[in-house]
Nanobody, 125 residues
Framework: QVPLVESGGGSVQAGGSLRLSCAAS????????MAWFRQAPGKEREGVAA????????GYADSVKGRFTISQDNAKNTLYLQMNMLKPEDTGIYYC??????????????????WGQGTQVTVSS
């Protein structure tokens, strides 16, 4: 069973919005983190937003604060990323990821061991 499957990517103009979804397999407890990462061509994968399932606490990269919102529907085992006021520099492949505890740095990709296949987001100016 594929654990994480992203959807919702696409092409938009700057200033537009997109909502990404990540369907996840059920986890054995609520002590886990989920996060969104992105990777632009020629650049390293970077953390965008993370959420702790246990209490709903969230964290964001400075570049997306105030524009992106991460959320989780536990009943549907689905993670979301609402992206507003998109900019061309938001272009990239967006991945969702999951990891259990303990977690030191929720926005570092090497903290996560389960990954989706990614969904492309393209923002034109």
């Amino acid at each position: 069973q594929v654990p994480l499957v992203e959807s919702g990517g696409g092409s938009v103009q700057a200033g537009g919005s997109l909502r990404l979804s990540c369907a996840a397999s059920r986890y054995h407890s609520n002590k886990y983190y989920m996060a969104w990462f992105r990777q632009a061509p020629g650049k390293e994968r970077e953390g965008v937003a993370a959420i702790y399932a246990g209490d709903g606490n969230t964290g964001y990269a400075d570049s997306v604060k105030g524009r992106f919102t991460i959320s989780q529907d536990n009943a549907k085992n689905t993670l979301y990323l609402q992206m507003n006021m998109l900019k061309p520099e938001d272009t990239g492949i967006y991945y969702c990821a999951r990891a259990g505890t303990p977690m030191r740095y929720p926005l570092r990709p090497d903290e996560y061991y389960s990954w989706g296949q990614g969904t492309q987001v393209t923002v034109s100016s």
